[in-house]
């Protein structure tokens, strides 16, 4: 009797868990990383002008990623650290070079606090544009 009350405790709980992981998993419709990259330029490019270029910067690495993933050079998993992603771009692609430096400049401002410069700005927007980003 009780082996059979833990057994059904355990179908319970796994069909529960379950459950909700299906309801964590995100939804992704096609086409909307064209729609994030634009709406990530946008932003990085109000955030400049604001003066504010750490979020600039920010917002820069972000659409380059998505406007990688329309390009299908990775895929769309936002678990993945900039590293993991920059693994990910192929090393004969055009694109690996810019982004790369894109990498590195995030990481030095975003997560390592460095301030920010209007020559970083615009040496991101450079990569942008060398990435197709900005055109």
């Not at 082996?3 to 096609?30: H, N, T, Y």
């Not at 900039?82 to 590195?104: D, K």
């Amino acid at each position: 009797l009780i082996g059979l009350a833990l057994v059904l405790l355990a179908l319970w709980l796994w069909r529960s868990l379950a459950g909700r992981m299906r309801e964590m998993e995100p939804d992704f419709e096609p086409g909307e990383p064209v729609r994030d990259a634009r709406r990530w330029m946008v932003e990085a490019l109000a955030a400049a002008e604001r003066g504010e270029y750490r979020e600039a910067i920010h917002c820069g690495y972000w659409a380059g990623v998505a406007h990688l993933e329309f390009l299908g050079t990775i895929s769309r998993d936002p678990s993945r650290t900039p590293r993991e992603l920059l693994r990910f771009v192929e090393q004969g692609a055009g694109e690996r070079g810019p982004f790369r430096e894109l990498t590195t400049r995030f990481e030095r401002i975003w997560y390592g606090y460095r301030a920010p410069t209007a020559d970083d700005w615009e040496t991101t927007k450079v990569q942008l544009e060398r990435m197709g980003c900005l055109g």
